[in-house]
């Protein structure tokens, strides 16, 4: 299969990144990562607040050390340094504004109208803008003015309360889950708002926030609220529905089995010499209400097998199941670079990095992939600030 390089779907568009942080920026990202022309507005001297996340930090040629944490949110992006609170950088913002299709703040509800920028005044600008605003707990409501952090939303949108290894050990997501999604959510707005201007010739504003991001992944666990009447809770790394659905210890490390059906459940008993209508584990039901017998009588199986063995008769049988690798091994993993989830990049004064890629790919009708390439940098503070007020002026 030969592979194409492309402009992308969304290279005719401009994109105006007003965010910082994670949630606005990932969405940034995101539109860069299919073409389009992404201009990075940030403060003068300081830039991006996460320029300063760390460590880790890498030390570049004759510039300050970079953060990975800025790296990993920011790269196709072109920055500028504004500061819009002066004359200057406002009449420049104004003139990125009429450039632009797609604007994205990420502040708290009503500094982008005090700094003389609301929404009717955007949309004088540009009728065709299409709008992203990004809060932590929505625009209005009785709580809308809090300010939103990850950590303090996965917490108050109840995804810690089923995250731990038990009821009493409420965890955070070792990712920042409510940033990313809030930026996914977000950028599909923005194509479902952009598919609509093609119809009406005019932009509007998209509206998300951590809080609806959350809520909106509760799938299933929050069905068991709403219609069941059922408060979830943590319980580790087990299913709360299907069973046997989770980590299991073996002799000389774990594995993760997921039985989604009877089937599985039959084969997974034939290969290890298991009666599968042992009384209470004969159906998924059953066995969700004895999980601790399923997987005391799973693991006391596996006692003396090795992973590596256990792995390959699982396989062998048809059953899901797989390891829990660390970073290292995700990375170095054939698997993963073959679906090009690692990228390298030429950064100014690091030189050639590998970072994290797009999760997306695209073919064409006759087979040939048209996933864009060539993905830019993350951008020094103000890299491009020149070039972009050069073409300001001109008009």
Partial sequence: ???????????????????????????????ADLGARVIKVEAPGHGDETRTWGPPFIDGSDHEAVSSYFLSCNRGKESIALDLKSDEGKAQL?????????LLENFRPGVLDRLGFPSATLFELNPRLVMLSITGFGHDGPEGNRPGYDQIAQGEAGLMSVTGSGPDDPQRVGVPIGDLTSGMYGAYGILAALLERERTGRGQVVRTSLLASLVGLHAFQGTRWTVAHEVPRAQGNHHPSISPYGLFHCRDGAVQIACGNETHWQRLCQEFGLDPATPGLATNPERVTNRNEVITLLESTFADIDQVDLLTRLDTIGIPAGRVRDFQEVYEWDQTRSQGLLIEVEHPTLGPVELPGPPLRFFDVDGAETTVTGQGSPPLLDEHGDQIRHWLAQG
């Fill in 1 to 31: 299969m030969t592979q194409s390089v492309q402009n992308g779907a969304l290279s005719d568009l401009i994109v105006l990144d007003l965010t910082r942080a994670l949630a606005g920026p990932h969405a940034a990202m995101m539109l």
């Fill in 94 to 102: 104004t003139e990125l504004i009429r450039r632009s299709d797609v």
